[in-house]
């Protein structure tokens, strides 16, 4: 009698560490790594209508509609693997109608994951990340350098990972993530997201093993 595989969603400001830290946990506990960001770049990258329109939405760092994102998440938490290995959303739901849609859908949480992150260090996070487009990793110049001058030379930067554009994504996050949070208010843990991302994520490491341990009981009936 195999447990149920554990549902899992990840949030915070911009550049908090959801992506670094879902690399982690998706290395230790299996889960499906599932990212908003990382779909609508791919879409934009196919070059699609709805890709064009989610890249306007994005370089203003507002939310990209509805009607495009929410298919695509559902889609994707309904793909056999999901189903099998549990799922870890990363950057959805980001507005109460968002999180609605989930609900709808039948897509119930068993963890909601809050990072926080004071302000001042998001800015010096997204300015310094860099990607491997070969690998998917995710880099930092200075908190988390390149192994290799070979991996150094093909490092890329997000469009969206400037000084301006942040503070134009966190502004979005800030007007949103109180009615998100009040939506899981029962499964949420709060993690301190300033440590270094070993720290951050012994913190998530706990967090799941104890819901592990109970065999999936709600956090909030515990
Ligand atoms: P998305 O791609 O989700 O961007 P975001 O929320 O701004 O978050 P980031 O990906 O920038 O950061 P992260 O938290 O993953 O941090 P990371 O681990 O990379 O969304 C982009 C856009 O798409 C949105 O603006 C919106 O337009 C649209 N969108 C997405 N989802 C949507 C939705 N649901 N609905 C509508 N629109 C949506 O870390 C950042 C850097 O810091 C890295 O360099 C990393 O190496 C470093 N770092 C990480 N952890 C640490 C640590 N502990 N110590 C030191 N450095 C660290």
Known sequence: NKAEPLKVMISGAPASGKGTQCELIRRKYDFVHIAAGDLLRAEVAAGTENGRRAKECMEKGQLVPDEIVVMMVKERLLLPDSQEKGWLLDGYPRSSSQAN?????????????????????????????????VTGKIYHLK???????????????????????????????????????????DITVKVDGSLCKEDVFA???????ALRKQGQTPLGSL
């Not at 609900?103 to 491997?132: A, H, M, N, S, T």
């Not at 913190?203 to 093993?209: N, P």
């Open 101 to 133: 849609a989930l609900k709808e859908f039948g897509f119930q949480p068993d963890l909601f994951i809050l990072l926080e992150v004071p302000e001042e260090i998001l800015v010096d996070r997204v300015v310094g990340r860099r990607l491997d487009p």
């Open 143 to 185: 908190y988390s350098p390149p192994e290799t001058q070979e991996i150094a030379a093909r490092l890329t930067q997000r469009f969206d990972d400037t000084e301006e554009k942040v503070k134009l994504r966190l502004l979005t996050h800030n007007k949103n993530v109180e009615a998100v949070l009040s939506m899981y208010e």
């Open 203 to 209: 913190q998530i490491d706990s967090a799941l093993r």
